[in-house]
């Protein structure tokens, strides 16, 4: 079952989606990471219409604060991994950080392509958080990606662009610092993801202790639909670590388990990058995938599906 595209936003930001859409089989919906990092210059204005046009279904953004008190789109600690500049964000003006190249370091994907690095000659601005709304508009739902340590300034700052804007009920945040949740409570129309420390131990309580507990309210959860885990244990004369190069946490039992108490509980698989795994996160029951290049997976949601 897919949603009609005029229930995206309402469904996404409001965290509530038909029970249908949760069985194996479905097709999830496919968010742009950071606007299509594999297709475009990550967090762009370019990258946003590429999504777009690649039939995208939901935006997630990099948002940080520059020294103006500006929130705009970025990634990296440091802009010297994107740009041709070098410090953090913070260091500069919303106005200087314009005038930074984003796509600097962005290489073809062609390794035979005659201009290794495109954007060099084709500028692409570090853009404002405003500017990224103003383009989208309300077309599709906005996961807002937090990409610094909890910080209030960043949280108020992004909070009067969605009220200026009027796009708090297509915006929903994500961090991967539990720290940002108190700041986003303040603000009563802010949708949030579960954190990401509460989603990790529920998949490892299922994983490791067959222990369910179930989110207590219909929130969104993101992980990783397979990524790296390293296991520690504890001896009286030291400890012993285990690799696991490739661990898949997302299960049946793990969807089962979120859902206990509401089928309305949304369920993001990160790093969903091939058809094969776009077809296991559609029969997991998984409702969004986060994909890297929206050109390439606008091609999995014809496929049929199949059992992983």
Not at 20 to 35: D, E, M, Q, Y
Not at 97 to 107: K, M, P, S
Not at 144 to 156: E, G, I, R, S
Not at 256 to 271: E, K, N, T
């Amino acid at each position: 079952m897919k949603l009609h595209p005029h229930l995206l936003a309402a469904a996404l930001a409001a965290a509530v989606l038909p029970a249908a859409t949760a069985c194996a089989g479905s097709r999830p919906l496919i968010v742009a990471h950071r606007g299509g990092t594999a297709d475009f210059p990550e967090n762009t204005l370019l990258a946003i219409r590429g999504s777009l046009a690649n039939r995208a279904q939901a935006m997630w953004l990099s948002v940080q604060l520059s020294a103006d008190g500006v929130p705009v789109l970025y990634r990296p600690q440091d802009l010297s991994a994107l740009t041709q500049a070098q410090g953090p964000v913070s260091q500069y003006t919303a106005a200087q950080l314009a005038g930074f190249n984003a796509g600097h370091q962005f290489r073809d994907p062609d390794p035979n392509a005659a201009v290794p690095y495109p954007y060099r000659e084709r500028p692409q601005p570090v853009p404002s958080l405003d500017s990224a709304l103003q383009l989208i508009g309300a077309r599709v739902p906005v996961i807002l990606d937090l990409k610094t340590a909890p910080d209030p300034a960043l949280v108020d700052a992004v909070a009067a662009v969605l009220e200026r804007r009027r796009a708090w009920a297509y915006t929903q945040f994500y961090s991967t610092e539990a720290g940002f949740e108190p700041m986003l409570a303040r603000h009563p129309k802010a949708r949030r993801f579960e954190t990401r420390d509460a989603t990790r131990g529920r998949l490892l309580q299922v994983a490791l202790e067959q222990r369910c507990e179930p989110p207590p309210a219909p929130v969104w959860s993101a992980f990783e639909l397979r990524r790296r885990l390293d296991v520690s244990e504890t001896f009286t004369l030291g400890q012993g670590l285990t690799g696991i190069a490739n661990a898949a946490l997302w299960t049946p039992q793990a969807v089962a388990c979120f859902r206990q108490r509401s089928p309305a509980v949304g369920l993001l698989a990160i790093g969903v990058n091939s058809s094969d795994d776009y077809r296991r996160a559609a029969m997991l029951g998984m409702d969004a995938v986060l994909v890297d290049s929206p050109a390439a997976a606008r091609q999995w949601t014809i496929l049929p599906a199949r059992r992983p």
